[in-house]
């Protein structure tokens, strides 16, 4: 069971260039999520999935696109990326526990860096 | 707007002595979640506690404690006998599910140091 993983961990770009975190859950989860985070700054959201087949923006949508191309899979495009967007990426998938909370349980992170 | 605030950047203790984190955060909803989570130097986030608002019992796990203010909007986490391995950054976070949707709301981190 390896919970939430992501790839790649880390990635450099220059400024235009384009490229999708992959982002997979092996724990049956409905919702996923998409953070970043910045020095000084606690984690933001980009982007959720309530479930398959549905996305909806969070607080930080601009620059970036998702797909929820099934259950277990959740990724983070960067179309043209821009120096704004150097950040630690964040995966999260998410189920009502036993006891009755909903826990987000988080990948290991990309640290993405753009030139 | 939910927000959360932690006002203590960083914070160090020494190994075996206790320590208490603050974050207060501002909603006018009446039922939600608060979350104490961990970063160690490793980037994964890891959820230490969790309070349900409705609860007046604070939560407890092993050496970590809350203590929950709900009329004041506060949620303090006290680690008692602090340990090396607490060392890392520790986010508050908030959630309304009974709202929108299971979003979570973070504050900017208060960076624990536990010196030998």
């Known amino acids: 069971n390896a919970g939430v993983t992501q790839t790649p961990k880390f990635q450099v770009l220059k400024t235009g260039q384009s490229m999708t975190l992959q982002c997979a859950q092996d724990?049956?989860?409905?919702?996923m999520y998409w953070y970043r985070q910045d020095p000084g700054m606690g984690l933001r959201l980009i982007y959720y999935s309530a479930s398959e087949g549905t996305t909806d923006k969070g607080e930080v949508p601009n620059g970036y696109n998702v797909s929820r191309l099934n259950k277990r899979e959740f990724s983070l495009r960067l179309e043209s990326a821009a120096p704004s967007q150097t950040s630690v990426y964040f995966c999260?998938?998410?189920?009502?526990?036993?006891?009755?909370?909903?826990?987000?349980?988080f990948g290991p992170g990309t640290r993405l860096t753009v030139l | 707007a939910q927000t959360v605030t932690q006002s203590q950047p960083e914070m160090s203790v020494q190994e075996a002595e206790t320590v208490t984190l603050s974050c207060t955060y501002d909603?006018?909803?009446?039922?939600?979640?608060l979350f104490w989570y961990k970063q160690p130097p490793s980037r994964q986030m890891i959820l230490v506690i969790r309070q349900e608002a409705y609860k007046q019992q604070n939560a407890t796990e092993n050496r970590f404690s809350v203590n929950f203010q709900k009329a004041a909007k506060s949620f303090s986490l006290k680690i008692s006998d602090s340990q090396l391995g607490d060392t890392a950054m520790y986010f508050c976070a908030f959630m309304n599910p009974f709202y929108n949707t299971d979003k979570l709301i973070f504050g900017t981190g208060t960076r624990l140091q536990v010196f030998p």
């Open positions: 999260a998938s998410s189920e009502v526990g036993s006891s009755g909370v909903n826990e987000q349980f």
């Open positions: 909603t006018s909803e009446n039922n939600y979640y």
């Open positions: 724990m049956n989860h409905n919702s």
